[in-house]
């Protein structure tokens, strides 16, 4: 990954299971998190948050609109709950700072960590 993107390369992380096994994008973060432990590239749970939404956005030429909370950007927003399940929130609580926080969430949430969801900045009932 690091080479592409020096060679000025745009990458994000996205679903799809035509390509892909799942549509949920925390299963995609671990994917590459897990591909990139196998070929001695770890990333930083910070740089699976980018990719899957800065650096989305900045692959799709998007990033003037999208891809973070800037004033003007379109927003949809997921509010995850980084205790969503015992083995979750034993590793939160045992937390130094933010990344170690979000890291479980990445590796072992699904759904369940999911509590609120906004489209265009307007809470899903």
Request: hydrophobic share 45%; aromatic share 6%.
């Amino acid at each position: 990954m690091g080479g592409l993107m020096a060679a000025g390369h745009r990458i994000g992380l996205a679903t799809d299971t035509g390509g892909g096994s799942s549509f949920s994008m925390l299963r995609t973060m671990a994917a590459a998190y897990e591909i990139g432990q196998l070929t001695g590239t770890s990333l930083h749970p910070a740089q699976l948050y980018w990719l899957a939404t800065a650096g989305s956005a900045r692959a799709l030429h998007m990033d003037d609109k999208i891809g973070n909370l800037a004033v003007g950007h379109e927003a949809d927003l997921l509010v995850l709950n980084l205790a969503s399940t015992p083995a979750i929130e034993q590793r939160h609580a045992r937390a130094e700072d933010i990344w170690q926080s979000l890291f479980p969430t990445i590796m072992m949430g699904d759904d369940r960590a999911i509590t609120a969801t906004w489209i265009n900045g307007k809470p899903l009932p």
